[in-house]
C-alpha cells in the first residue's frame, strides 16, 4: 500500500484519506492537513538543498569541536547515525534532516 512520512513516520494513506472523507463535524481539517503537509514538504525540500556535502559536515562538526556523540544528543539520534551521515551511507531524512542542516548552519556560523 502507499504510505507517505508524516514528521518523520510512515502512515497508511488509503486510512488517512478514508479519514479525511467521511462526512463528520470538521471534516474541513483534511484540507489543513494538505496545507500543512505541502509546508513541511517545502521545509524537507529546503533544508535538502542546503545539506552540506557529507564531508563538509563532518569538516563543520569537527571545526567546531564537537564529538559525534555530541551532535547525535542535540539531535535526539545516535552518534552512529550521525556518523554515516558524515561518511555518506546514509542520509538524514524529515525532521531529522531539518533539525541536521539547522544545527550545521549555526555552528558554520561561529
Do not use: F, H
Amino acid at each position: 500500500m502507499p504510505k507517505r512520512c508524516t514528521t518523520g513516520r510512515y502512515t497508511d494513506i488509503s486510512t488517512t484519506y478514508q479519514n479525511e472523507s467521511r462526512n463528520e463535524p470538521g471534516g474541513a481539517i483534511g484540507m489543513v492537513d494538505t496545507i500543512d503537509e505541502t509546508g513541511e514538504i517545502l521545509t524537507w525540500a529546503r533544508a535538502l538543498r542546503d545539506l552540506p556535502p557529507p564531508r563538509k559536515c563532518r569538516s563543520i562538526r569537527l571545526g567546531a569541536g564537537l564529538s559525534l556523540d555530541k551532535v547525535g544528543a542535540a539531535l535526539g539520534v545516535s552518534g552512529v547515525t550521525v556518523g554515516r551521515w558524515e561518511n555518506g551511507s546514509r542520509s538524514p531524512r524529515g525532521d531529522d534532516l531539518v533539525a541536521y542542516v539547522r544545527l550545521l548552519s549555526q555552528l558554520q556560523a561561529l
